[in-house]
């Protein structure tokens, strides 16, 4: 008889990194990876909450410490973000007349600081244009 391995796979959020959508993982050479009870990230995917801000066309802003996660805010990869846990939305249509450059085009981009306070700084009250979430 073969020995197997079940293990909790999780899809993790890249704009708020919440850990959603579990799926049982079954495989031999997970051994290691199973054998503390952790769970694995398999995917990099929108949770739902994202998803339906995306979907009405919000660009998530995510805070970061730049430094911390080894790089400039266009090449960080989510999984190396070092989150400060501040997410900004911004409207697609008020993203042009914020900054200066284009959209991203998988809607989300890292941003320092100090760009979260700036937009805090700019919009205090247009709830309908920024919405910002501490998690
Ligand atoms: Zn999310």
């Given at each position: 008889?073969?020995?197997?391995?079940?293990?909790?796979?999780?899809?993790?959020?890249?704009i708020c990194?919440?850990?959603?959508?579990?799926?049982?993982l079954l495989h031999k050479r997970?051994?290691?990876?199973f054998e503390d009870g952790n769970k694995v990230v398999v995917s990099i995917d929108l949770c739902p909450d994202c998803k339906a801000k995306r979907a009405e066309s919000y660009i998530a802003l995510v805070e970061i410490d730049e430094e911390k996660s080894g790089g400039y805010t266009e090449t960080i990869k989510p999984e190396n973000a070092w989150r400060l846990g501040g997410i900004a939305w911004v409207r697609s249509e008020a993203w042009t007349k914020i900054f200066d450059v284009p959209v991203p085009k998988d809607g989300m981009c890292f941003v320092g600081p100090d760009v979260?306070?700036?937009?805090?700084?700019m919009m205090p009250d247009e709830t309908d244009e920024t919405e910002r979430s501490k998690t």
């Open positions: 008889m073969t020995k197997s391995y079940v293990g909790i796979g999780i899809d993790r959020c890249p990194a919440t850990d959603h959508t579990e799926s049982v997970m051994k290691e990876v979260i306070a700036m937009l805090e700084e």
